[in-house]
């Protein structure tokens, strides 16, 4: 995410009052994914709100990978290459966005230099060695985990991509509670950083997470696997996030790319080792 404008650029102070809910939406799927949404509110309030919509534009990007997945599965594609069209159009509508955010953190937290020169390593353009390694074993992971869903049939499969997708946007809330501080001054992490209540985090992930557990239950799955699996990518993504404080002094934009995908593949891990059936 470190390659999103600097919304810190046009932060318009005094206008949080009275926000209407359109301009955290819109500010969601126009800053996460490749729909051309018009964004026309850049303060912190609305990139707070933003971060509690995510979930939504989650659920879009999700759906439309799933829909991939599912249509290569009635082809007689196969269940690794229904997951690998999932992980791939996922990619796409985000152009690679928390990809490229994993692999900066990759790179930063596997240099062993302070924080100031990890941060520095964050905002070079190229990938290093760490990072390349961490994105291809996340990439793999994501794969294997979701061909198991698509395995048992093209619906399970497509409730596993939503789910994990739903899971990666939920993280981004986490990322920013109150306490947790910016690494630097500048990008979208110190725009979103400390907008969200811890309560209202919570609040959006049990919702999303009630969600899903209806529509496993719906489909023959056991309705706790779902909502099990999406709380532990979310803290997976947290102990990620716990990491990053303590090593980079804060979060940045690439903290949280790291952090939704650090939560997708968690989510798809555990739903490969939960039990399926109820």
Same mark, same amino acid.
Request: proline share 5%.
């Given at each position: 995410?470190?390659?999103?404008?600097?919304?810190?650029?046009?932060?318009?102070?005094?206008?949080?009052?009275?926000?209407?809910?359109?301009?955290?939406?819109?500010?969601?799927?126009?800053?996460?994914?490749?729909?051309?949404?018009?964004?026309?509110?850049?303060?912190? *309030?609305? %990139?707070?709100?933003?971060? !509690?919509? +995510?979930?939504? &534009? @989650?659920? $879009?990007?999700?759906? #439309?990978? =799933? /829909?991939?997945?599912?249509?290569?599965?009635?082809?007689?594609?196969?269940?690794?290459?229904?997951?690998?069209?999932?992980?791939?159009?996922?990619?796409?509508?985000?152009?690679?966005?928390?990809?490229?955010?994993?692999?900066?953190?990759?790179?930063?937290?596997?240099?062993?230099?302070?924080?100031?020169?990890?941060?520095?390593?964050?905002?070079?353009?190229?990938?290093?060695p760490f990072g390349v390694l961490v994105l291809v074993l996340v990439l793999l992971g994501q794969a294997a985990a979701l061909a198991?869903?698509?395995?048992?049939?093209?619906?399970?499969?497509?409730?596993?991509?939503?789910?994990?997708?739903?899971?990666?946007?939920?993280?981004?809330?986490?990322?920013?509670?109150?306490?947790? *501080?910016? %690494?630097?001054?500048?990008? !979208?992490? +110190?725009?979103? &950083? @400390?907008? $969200?209540?811890?309560? #209202?985090? =919570? /609040?959006?992930?049990?919702?999303?997470?009630?969600?899903?557990?209806?529509?496993?239950a719906a489909d023959g799955w056991a309705a706790l696997c779902p909502?099990?699996?999406?709380?532990?990518?979310?803290?997976?993504?947290?102990?990620?996030?716990?990491?990053?404080?303590?090593?980079?002094?804060?979060?940045?934009?690439?903290?949280?790319?790291?952090?939704?995908?650090?939560?997708?593949?968690?989510?798809?891990?555990?739903?490969?080792?939960?039990?399926?059936?109820?």
């Amino acid at each position: 995410m470190g390659r999103v404008r600097d919304v810190t650029e046009r932060h318009t102070a005094g206008r949080a009052g009275g926000l209407p809910p359109l301009h955290g939406l819109r500010f969601a799927f126009g800053t996460l994914t490749v729909l051309r949404v018009r964004v026309d509110r850049w303060d912190r *309030p609305t %990139a707070g709100a933003a971060m !509690l919509w +995510a979930p939504l &534009a @989650g659920l $879009v990007v999700g759906a #439309a990978g =799933a /829909a991939c997945g599912a249509a290569v599965v009635l082809l007689g594609g196969g269940p690794l290459l229904a997951a690998v069209a999932a992980v791939g159009t996922g990619a796409a509508l985000t152009r690679g966005l928390h990809l490229d955010g994993l692999a900066d953190v990759a790179d930063g937290l596997g240099s062993g230099r302070p924080a100031e020169d990890a941060l520095r390593i964050m905002k070079q353009s190229d990938i290093g060695p760490f990072g390349v390694l961490v994105l291809v074993l996340v990439l793999l992971g994501q794969a294997a985990a979701l061909a198991g869903a698509y395995g048992g049939g093209a619906r399970r499969g497509a409730l596993a991509a939503v789910t994990a997708a739903v899971a990666a946007r939920c993280a981004l809330a986490w990322g920013c509670l109150r306490p947790v *501080p910016a %690494a630097r001054p500048g990008g !979208l992490g +110190a725009a979103v &950083a @400390g907008t $969200v209540a811890p309560g #209202a985090a =919570a /609040a959006v992930t049990a919702g999303w997470a009630v969600l899903a557990g209806a529509a496993a239950a719906a489909d023959g799955w056991a309705a706790l696997c779902p909502p099990a699996a999406l709380a532990a990518g979310v803290g997976c993504a947290g102990l990620l996030l716990r990491r990053c404080v303590r090593r980079l002094g804060g979060v940045t934009g690439d903290v949280l790319g790291a952090m939704a995908e650090t939560a997708a593949t968690g989510t798809l891990v555990a739903l490969a080792l939960l039990p399926a059936a109820g």
